[in-house]
């Protein structure tokens, strides 16, 4: 079949259509894109239905009851299932994918059967898009070492290399795009390895029930034959646009298009057949994205904010701070700007588009923007966007200001918001693993917040505690002694009600009475700016865990979205901006000053500058 070419911008035209098809075809939004398939309430392309009721939203994102609808109309209830995203396979399989707000804490994959019965359990680290195979009997996760597919028969898993765009077929061939390349690799159970190389690299790949490959790129859908490599081009864009998506929905071809009209963009659909004849076209209403927002902003030190406008938001979690939504503690790699369901979300700087993908479901979708080439680059990060509104694809040149996409409505109260933090990695395009070189919350102007953070009390009436060192052996205030850890009771809120870490925190000691003669002289116990792995290793990120936070019965540190206390160890720093193994064995050593009475005055500093003291007497009896 010739290359058919879109007659306009304003109406997709092929030649030679076919009846418009029966079925309900999908929708496609104002910029190209069909629904993601794992949305917490969907039908799959076999007739299962999933519907999704959260009840709970506390140490997991969402504790869910699930009505599963078969085929043939019985009903199957699934009750307090977590998870953050959902697959349902062709035999009514539920895979449920469980992310937190760090890539560092794996990701819980479990297949349950229709009835509800757990049939396997992986925690896979560093997951990104999970996805079915076109006849729904097969599950591909990328992770950072491969492209693994699950069969959902016999529970066996065959990796492949990891790759930039994937599909799998019925058979259970496996398409890839190779990283930085226009080239497709087809794994065929029965054969070698085919190459194919397109004109340029895919942006989606799909296989049909006959097992053809589409591959579809910016401006043209190609068709393969998986059995020799054989590559037909069908059609191309003209012009005005760029062709997004591709989905097989019920057996049939979705292709999508977002085109410029009226000012605007319209999302385009074409549903075709396998031989490239039109069963249905349609069209989205024309949506205008925002302006830019910041017109007359200039490059300058200091960086804008991603939500508009560009003055200070309030803060739900900030850079360093302590979480544990169940699994294994971490800290947050970012800062959490507050904001509202569907609000704009803006790039702060220039770059290109190095990533767009989800480590589970609808609440986690990124976007990543780096610098040029493939090379090391430094750029940002902006997730939990709606997938739907996404207007970047990875490759895209981004200017500072440009609209990104929207927020994804959180499913916990008033906690809707941009997760914002810069980020280091190399390639064209990026997987997740990537390092948070430094704390983006300095980068921001306009930081303005007036309230100063807040000291508590850490063990009974003491505004601090104090343990033998690296231990939870707790001592008498009034008879201290040896080798000490100090541990302060600290937090702040920055124009929310939620409590977060504050940014900078020190601490002196002087003899009481004697403030000019201090033993210990306004000593750095920790500035959160240091680089964080938690997307990569995560080796940095526990360490500095233990190494900042005292986690006991007695200063129990928690942080969740029912629970936020956080204890620092002042005494675990040498009194550098570095945070190593040394550190731990930092201590205020009292045998090095006289037995009697002293002072221990803390300082807390927020992002805004906004500091408080807290000062307490201690005596110490060696």
Same mark, same amino acid.
């Given at each position: 079949?010739?290359?058919?070419?879109?007659?306009?911008?304003?109406?997709?035209?092929?030649s030679?259509?076919?009846?418009?098809?029966?079925?309900?075809?999908?929708?496609?939004?104002?910029?190209?894109?069909?629904?993601?398939?794992?949305?917490?309430?969907?039908?799959?392309?076999? @007739?299962?239905?999933?519907?999704?009721t959260?009840?709970?939203?506390?140490?997991?994102?969402?504790?869910?009851d699930?009505?599963?609808t078969?085929?043939? @109309?019985?009903?199957?209830?699934?009750?307090?299932?977590?998870?953050?995203?959902?697959?349902v396979?062709?035999?009514?399989?539920?895979?449920?994918?469980?992310?937190t707000?760090?890539?560092?804490v794996?990701?819980r994959?479990?297949?349950?059967s229709?009835?509800?019965?757990?049939?396997?359990?992986?925690?896979?680290?560093?997951?990104?898009?999970?996805?079915?195979s076109?006849?729904?009997?097969?599950?591909?996760l990328?992770?950072?070492?491969h492209?693994?597919?699950l069969?959902?028969?016999?529970?066996?898993?065959?990796r492949?290399?990891?790759?930039a765009?994937?599909?799998?077929?019925s058979?259970?061939?496996?398409?890839?795009?190779?990283?930085?390349?226009?080239?497709?690799?087809?794994?065929?159970?029965?054969?070698?390895v085919?190459?194919?190389?397109?004109?340029?690299?895919?942006?989606?790949?799909?296989?049909?029930p006959?097992?053809?490959?589409?591959?579809?790129?910016?401006?043209?859908l190609h068709?393969i034959?998986?059995?020799?490599?054989e590559?037909?081009?069908?059609?191309?864009?003209?012009?005005?646009?760029?062709?997004?998506d591709l989905?097989?929905?019920?057996?049939i071809?979705?292709?999508?298009?977002r085109?410029?009209?009226?000012?605007g963009?319209?999302?385009?659909?074409?549903v075709?057949n396998?031989?490239g004849?039109?069963?249905?076209?349609?069209?989205?209403?024309?949506?205008?994205?925002?302006?830019s927002?910041f017109?007359n902003?200039?490059?300058?030190?200091?960086?804008?904010?991603?939500?508009?406008?560009?003055?200070?938001?309030?803060?739900?979690?900030?850079?360093?701070?302590y979480?544990n939504?169940?699994?294994?503690?971490?800290?947050?790699p970012?800062?959490?700007?507050?904001?509202s369901?569907?609000?704009?979300?803006?790039?702060?700087?220039?770059?290109?588009?190095?990533?767009?993908?989800t480590?589970?479901?609808?609440?986690?979708?990124?976007?990543?923007?780096?610098?040029?080439g493939?090379?090391?680059?430094?750029?940002?990060?902006?997730?939990?966007?709606?997938?739907?509104?996404?207007?970047?694809n990875v490759?895209d040149?981004?200017?500072a200001?440009?609209?990104?996409?929207?927020?994804?409505?959180?499913?916990?109260?008033?906690?809707?918001?941009?997760h914002?933090?810069?980020?280091?990695?190399?390639?064209?395009?990026?997987?997740?693993?990537?390092?948070v070189?430094?704390?983006v919350?300095?980068?921001?102007?306009?930081?303005?917040?007036?309230?100063?953070?807040?000291?508590?009390?850490a063990r009974?009436?003491?505004?601090?505690?104090?343990?033998r060192?690296?231990?939870?052996?707790?001592?008498?205030?009034?008879?201290?002694?040896?080798?000490?850890?100090?541990?302060?009771?600290?937090?702040?809120?920055?124009?929310?009600?939620?409590?977060?870490?504050?940014?900078?925190?020190?601490?002196?000691?002087y003899?009481?009475?004697?403030?000019?003669?201090?033993?210990v002289?306004?000593?750095l116990?920790?500035?959160?700016d240091?680089a964080?792995?938690?997307?990569?290793?995560?080796?940095?990120?526990?360490?500095?865990?233990?190494?900042?936070?005292?986690?006991?019965s007695?200063?129990?540190?928690?942080?969740?979205?029912?629970?936020?206390?956080?204890?620092?160890?002042?005494?675990?720093?040498?009194?550098?901006?570095?945070?190593?193994?040394?550190?731990?064995?930092?201590?205020?050593?009292?045998?090095?000053?006289?037995?009697?009475?002293?002072?221990?005055?803390?300082?807390?500093?927020?992002?805004?500058?906004n500091?408080?003291?807290?000062?307490?007497?201690?005596?110490?009896?060696?």
């Amino acid at each position: 079949m010739s290359p058919r070419i879109f007659a306009s911008a304003a109406l997709l035209l092929l030649s030679h259509s076919a009846p418009i098809a029966a079925q309900e075809p999908l929708r496609v939004s104002p910029q190209g894109l069909f629904p993601a398939p794992s949305t917490l309430n969907h039908q799959n392309a076999h @007739g299962w239905t999933l519907e999704v009721t959260p009840v709970a939203a506390d140490l997991t994102y969402i504790e869910s009851d699930l009505r599963l609808t078969s085929p043939d @109309g019985q009903v199957r209830l699934l009750s307090g299932v977590a998870g953050t995203g959902f697959l349902v396979s062709r035999l009514g399989q539920v895979i449920a994918t469980e992310a937190t707000h760090s890539e560092a804490v794996p990701v819980r994959v479990r297949v349950l059967s229709p009835e509800g019965q757990l049939q396997l359990e992986r925690k896979i680290l560093g997951l990104t898009d999970p996805a079915l195979s076109s006849d729904g009997d097969q599950l591909v996760l990328r992770t950072r070492e491969h492209t693994a597919v699950l069969d959902l028969e016999s529970l066996s898993t065959t990796r492949y290399p990891r790759y930039a765009e994937y599909a799998v077929a019925s058979d259970g061939t496996l398409a890839g795009l190779v990283i930085d390349s226009s080239e497709l690799r087809l794994h065929r159970a029965d054969g070698p390895v085919i190459s194919v190389v397109l004109p340029e690299a895919a942006r989606r790949l799909a296989f049909a029930p006959d097992g053809t490959l589409y591959a579809l790129t910016a401006q043209t859908l190609h068709r393969i034959k998986p059995s020799s490599g054989e590559l037909t081009t069908l059609f191309s864009l003209r012009e005005n646009g760029e062709f997004r998506d591709l989905r097989v929905h019920r057996g049939i071809l979705h292709v999508g298009a977002r085109l410029a009209q009226g000012g605007g963009f319209a999302g385009h659909q074409v549903v075709i057949n396998a031989q490239g004849q039109m069963l249905h076209q349609s069209q989205s209403s024309v949506a205008v994205p925002p302006p830019s927002h910041f017109a007359n902003w200039q490059a300058r030190d200091l960086l804008p904010w991603p939500l508009a406008p560009n003055s200070q938001h309030p803060i739900g979690n900030t850079y360093g701070e302590y979480q544990n939504y169940g699994g294994s503690p971490y800290l947050h790699p970012g800062i959490d700007v507050l904001g509202s369901p569907d609000q704009p979300v803006y790039a702060v700087a220039d770059g290109v588009v190095k990533a767009v993908l989800t480590t589970s479901g609808q609440y986690h979708w990124r976007v990543a923007i780096g610098g040029p080439g493939s090379g090391t680059t430094q750029g940002h990060l902006y997730a939990h966007l709606r997938q739907s509104s996404i207007a970047v694809n990875v490759g895209d040149t981004v200017v500072a200001g440009q609209y990104l996409g929207d927020l994804v409505p959180w499913p916990t109260s008033n906690f809707t918001h941009v997760h914002f933090n810069s980020l280091e990695d190399r390639g064209n395009q990026w997987f997740g693993d990537w390092l948070v070189p430094n704390n983006v919350h300095e980068d921001l102007e306009h930081v303005h917040e007036s309230s100063a953070p807040v000291f508590e009390n850490a063990r009974g009436n003491g505004l601090f505690a104090f343990c033998r060192n690296e231990t939870s052996n707790y001592l008498n205030p009034n008879s201290l002694n040896g080798k000490v850890d100090i541990i302060a009771h600290v937090g702040d809120r920055l124009n929310s009600s939620w409590t977060c870490s504050v940014q900078t925190l020190r601490y002196s000691i002087y003899p009481a009475g004697n403030p000019g003669a201090p033993v210990v002289d306004n000593k750095l116990s920790v500035h959160f700016d240091m680089a964080l792995d938690t997307y990569g290793s995560g080796t940095i990120d526990g360490f500095l865990v233990d190494l900042l936070y005292k986690e006991d019965s007695t200063c129990n540190t928690d942080g969740d979205y029912n629970s936020r206390e956080f204890f620092h160890i002042l005494t675990n720093s040498n009194g550098d901006r570095i945070y190593d193994a040394a550190d731990q064995n930092e201590a205020w050593d009292t045998n090095a000053v006289p037995n009697g009475d002293y002072v221990i005055e803390a300082v807390a500093i927020d992002a805004a500058g906004n500091r408080s003291t807290a000062s307490m007497t201690v005596t110490v009896s060696n």
